[in-house]
């Protein structure tokens, strides 16, 4: 079970988790913590995700710490997709371990990896909105690619849909040409 840390500090955590309140995650992983004591389990495996960015950076080495002191089974630390990083963006960490970006002698960003086109997500997982939309990605936050509706049809038909196919063929054709795909972490390295 990942465990969106993001900052050791209501400050810092709201930087990027905008109105989330870090007490409450707080409490609801020692809440888990405590569960898995009482039951004498070893699942569900805990994870501390800890979103990398210029805000809480520099609280990395704590976090790891108090997962430990928690009793977290893993920490991890992960680069942050951001949008508009050709020309720097304020939630771009300094240190360029922490980055998915690198920057050019001309001063722009570029991602460090190259896209291919594929993308087992295709294959294996979707999205369903809050209001019933199907999209192909996580990465689809604004649900631009709706693929089908769960008003209208069941899963099953919109998994096996003919839109649903050509936006898969489209990611095996070009998947620098899909807004979405531009930022994604398919075929990176997103753990730091």
């Not at 389990?41 to 520099?58: C, D, G, M, W, Y």
């Not at 896209?115 to 294959?123: I, K, P, S």
Request: charged share 25%; proline share 3%.
């Amino acid at each position: 079970m990942i465990i969106s840390i993001d900052g050791l500090t209501q400050e810092t955590y709201e930087n990027y988790r905008i109105h989330g309140t870090l007490s409450r995650v707080i409490e609801g992983a020692e809440n888990m913590v405590e569960a898995k004591k009482k039951l004498n389990s070893k699942t569900p495996h805990l994870i501390f995700q800890f979103l990398a960015v210029r805000p809480n950076e520099h609280e990395i080495p704590q976090v790891f710490a108090l997962g430990s002191e928690m009793g977290i089974d893993e920490v991890r630390i992960k680069s942050a997709q951001l949008y508009d990083y050709k020309n720097g963006n304020v939630l771009m960490p300094e240190n360029e371990n922490y980055s998915r970006y690198r920057k050019q002698a001309d001063g722009t960003y570029k991602m460090k990896h190259k896209l291919g086109n594929h993308c087992w997500r295709m294959w294996s997982s979707s999205v369903i909105t809050w209001d019933g939309k199907v999209v192909p990605s996580c990465f689809d936050k604004d649900a631009k690619h709706i693929l089908g509706t769960m008003d209208s049809s069941d899963f099953s038909s919109i998994w096996k849909s003919p839109v649903y196919n050509r936006f898969r063929q489209s990611v095996l054709r070009s998947r620098n040409a899909i807004d979405i795909c531009k930022n994604c972490s398919e075929g990176s390295k997103v753990w730091v």
